[in-house]
Structure formats: C-alpha cells, structure tokens
C-alpha cells in the first residue's frame, strides 16, 4: 500500500519528479567526475611511492654491493657481518617508523655443495612476501623491477607492501636477489582519507543541488498549483477565484492572462447560466401553459371524433387527422416537460425491483402490430433465469421501447435483433436492426436533442428529436451508459447497459457495442 502511495504522490507531482530526475542526474555527474577525480589521485600518489622507492632501491642496492665486495676480500666472517648489518640491523621495522622498510635477500640459483647461504629476511619477513613473478622479472632484467605485495609478520599483523628489487652479487656465492619492501600503510590511509572526503563532498553536493531545485521549482510549481486550484474551484461553480500576482516577471505575466481568462469565462458562464435559466423557465412554462388548452382541445376533438360517421367524408378525414396531430402534440408536450425535469436536475428515480425479461417481453408484444406493419419481426434471446433489477420501471420501459420503436422504423422490412445479458453486478440490453444504419458521424451526434440524421424522413415519420435524447438521460440518471454504433444500410446496433442495483456502478460492458456479424464479415 506505501509502494502504491508512493508511485501515486511521484506520478502526480512535479516537484518530486523534477528533484528526483535532477539529483539522479547529478548523481551520475559526481560520480563520474569523482571517480575520475580519485583515479587521478590515487595513481599519484602511487607513482610517487614507486618513483621514491625504485630510487631508494638503486642506492641501497649500490652501497650494499660495494660494502659486500670490500668485506669478501677480508674473509667469510667479515662478508657474513657486512650482510648481516645490511639485512638485519639496518631496516626500519614497519609500523614504528612511518616510512619503515624491511629488506630480503634471496638465492637465485640453487645452494650448490660447498657454498655458503647468505639468504636471510630482516625481522623475521617470510619469503613469501616477495612474488614469485617479480622475482623472475629480476632475474631476467638489469633495471630495478617492482611489484605489490603484503607482509605477513609472525604475530599475524599483515602490511601492504611494495616490494622493489635488484640482482645483486656476493663473491664465492654467486647471483643473489635483493628486495626492498616499503611500507604502503601510510598511501593507503591517505587514499580511504581521501576517497572518504569525495564520498562526504558527492552527498554534500547533491543534497545542495537537491535543496537549490526544489527552491526553484518550488517557485515556479507553486503558480500552476495555485492556477491548478482556481481551476477546480471554476469546476466546482465558485467563478470569484483569481490568482495573486507579485512582481512584473513571466509568472506575474502568466497570472495575469489567466485572470484575464477567468473573468471572460466568467462573464460567458453567467451569460450562458442566465441565457440557460431563461430557456429553461420557457420551456417549462410554455409545455404548462399549452396542457389547458390542449385538455380543451382533447375534449373537443374527441367529441368531433365519435360523431365523424355522420360527417361528409372530407370532414370525417380531417377529425381523424386533428386526433392523431393532438397525440403527436401531447407527446412532444410530455416530451418538453422531461427535459425541462432533466435540465432542472429534479429527475428522481422511483426504483422497485422488477423482471427485465418480463419487462421487455411485454414491449416486444405490444409493438407486434407495429412490426407487421413494417413487415418485419423481432428476435428475442435472454438468459433462461429471470433478470432482476432494482430500478425505475417507467423510465427503464420507456428507454427499451424508444429503443424497439427506433429499429421498427428503419429496420427496412428486415429483422430486428434483441439480446439481454446479465452478471451478478450488471444488466445489458441491445437492439440489433439491419435497415438503412448509421455512418459514424450521425453515431456521434444520434443523442443529441433535436438533431435528426434526415430531417425530411423524421417528419415524415413524426419524431421529435428528444425520444434518444431522453432515453440517454434515463440511462445515466441510474447510472448506467446507452451506446449506438451503426454502417450505413448495414444496420444500427444500440447497448443499454445498467447496473444491477440503481447508482452503483458498472463493472463492465457485458455485449460488444460493435456487433459480431459484422465483424465476422470484415
């Protein structure tokens, strides 16, 4: 859960993503320039110790030699001593002098019968301490070779080293090699100092480059919050926000064409709301004032109707048509008064728990003269068990035979397909016609109020342009969602789909709005 709120709280602010993609960057950046930076050091420092002690090396090596060639002429015992002082007494132990060095003096050939051993270590240094390869790259080289290494003291204490040597010769002994191994604790410690001080300063750094972008996105984020916020405010009705504005720099320019773009919005949502208020007040007080005479009429009508039988036929004609034009009126009427509701937003829903399937059953057999009349018939498939729903059984009849009545009219003598499907949460129902259909564009605009795709046809059939309309706002009033796809003379195909229980929400759409035999034809 802590994972997802931080993914959620990166993914929607700003300031956390301009930080955190500034102090990776910059991250990269130091690491980069100090490891570059301490590569440099650290060879330094190194070369420097290599060059100071392949120095050293050379001239203790000469003074050996020459002190070594001086005692052979004095004898075994004086040749014995001068190595002795030179290997063992001579170096400075490691570690209680801070340039220390211990030196090693080595056998190249094996010990041959009647020669005297003169290998020995200062302070007990094993042999190991000097590499097998650097000793064979002195045997083979006139030059001073090193090489690194580490001292193991008979105490345990372990030392790196840098082992420097040289051939060196004793008469009446033969080749000798001769190592001098220097201290690198010293370098060592210099370079975990040093290496620590470029840790130290890259986290410095970066929490520094980290506070400066958050100072300065911080000032530029904190406009678009503010203008961010105005924004929902608008959204939520209060059009009296306005940004604060200080200073005379882009942002204080910015604030200042956003106000100037609130108070337009503002003026053009009061015109439109007052523009709106009067419409509505029109139609609603229009669709009232014409019930009373329209009752009267009705009346009138009806009477004219029932005694059309002793009227001249001409006159009888023009009763039945007054009748049928004062249905047609009372149901646009109806119709007015509907949307009026809709647009006031006091639709309520009045939900009982009902079959669907009995419901559209029930439709469907009352419009069957209807569909003898266009020479056609509808198709039903439902699921076996009953559909129940929890919804508003007036509202849900007159979507499903605004619906049928639709896909009658245009059906072009050719069936009319009806499908309910249903989950334990959802409930969908589609009409199928395979008629005149609709191209894509009419689909977009087909709930619109008012808006036919062919007027002259419309009046010809007596629609008024607010059935589809009605049925949408319907539809979300128990929030569920109508759809309409359609091709031309390939057919329409319209999905309801509702939830289960009125104002819950839909899981899923449980039919394809594209039908399948169409797309098995494509």
Not at 54 to 59: M, N, W
Request: charge should be neutral; glycine fraction near 4%; proline fraction near 3%.
């Amino acid at each position: 859960m802590r994972q997802r709120t931080r993914i959620a709280r990166f993914r929607n602010s700003l300031v956390v993503r301009v930080i955190l993609s500034t102090v990776v960057l910059c991250l990269g950046v130091v690491w980069l320039t100090g490891s570059a930076l301490y590569s440099q050091l650290s060879d330094g420092i190194k070369n420097v110790k290599i060059e100071s002690s392949v120095a050293e090396t050379r001239s203790t090596i000469f003074n050996a030699q020459y002190r070594i060639t001086l005692a052979s002429e004095s004898g075994e015992s004086a040749l014995r001593k001068a190595i002795e002082e030179i290997v063992v007494k001579s170096p400075s132990v490691i570690g209680t002098v801070v340039n220390g060095r211990e030196i090693a003096l080595l056998k190249s050939t094996s010990l041959k019968p009647g020669e005297i051993n003169y290998q020995s270590t200062s302070n007990l240094v094993p042999l190991e301490a000097v590499p097998n390869s650097l000793r064979q790259q002195v045997q083979r080289s006139d030059e001073a070779q090193w090489a690194y290494s580490s001292i193991q003291y008979p105490d345990g204490n372990v030392i790196p080293a840098l082992a420097v040597g040289e051939r060196i010769s004793i008469p009446g002994s033969g080749p000798y090699e001769m190592y001098l191994l220097f201290s690198l604790s010293s370098q060592n410690a210099t370079l975990e100092l040093l290496s620590r001080a470029l840790l130290i300063t890259g986290f410095a750094l970066l929490f520094l480059i980290g506070l400066i972008t958050w100072i300065v996105v911080r000032q530029v984020v904190r406009p678009v919050r503010e203008a961010a916020r105005i924004a929902e405010k608008f959204t939520q009705g209060d059009l009296a926000q306005r940004m604060q504005i200080r200073g005379n720099d882009e942002i204080a320019r910015l604030g200042t064409s956003f106000n100037e773009m609130a108070l337009s919005l503002q003026n053009q949502i009061t015109r439109l709301e007052n523009l709106s208020r009067v419409q509505q007040r029109f139609v609603s007080d229009v669709s009232h004032e014409l019930r009373t005479p329209l009752t009267t009429l009705r009346m009138a009508s009806s009477v004219i109707h029932s005694a059309r039988t002793s009227f001249d036929p001409t006159i009888a004609r023009s009763a039945e048509l007054l009748v049928a034009q004062l249905d047609r009126f009372e149901r646009l009427l109806e119709d007015l008064l509907e949307v009026s509701r809709f647009d006031a937003e006091v639709a309520i829903l009045d939900c009982v728990e009902f079959d669907l399937s009995t419901l559209v059953e029930r439709c469907i057999l009352d419009l069957n003269l209807v569909a003898e009349e266009k020479q056609t018939s509808i198709k039903l498939t439902k699921p076996q068990d009953p559909v129940l729903i929890y919804a508003d059984i007036r509202r849900v009849e007159r979507i499903l035979r605004n619906l049928l009545n639709n896909a009658l009219e245009y059906s072009d003598a050719k069936p009319v397909d009806v499908k309910i499907a249903a989950t334990e949460s959802d409930v969908a129902f589609a009409v199928r016609d395979h008629g005149v259909g609709l191209d894509q564009q009419t689909a977009m605009r087909v709930f619109d109020r008012f808006w036919r795709a062919d007027p002259s046809r419309a009046r010809v059939r007596g629609g008024t342009g607010l059935g589809l309309s009605i049925a949408l706002e319907d539809a979300r009033l128990h929030n569920g969602e109508l759809e309409a796809w359609g091709r031309p003379n390939v057919g329409a195909h319209f999905v309801l789909t509702l939830p289960r229980r009125a104002g819950n929400e839909i899981d899923a759409r449980l039919i394809r709005l594209v039908p399948e035999d169409y797309s098995s034809t494509k």
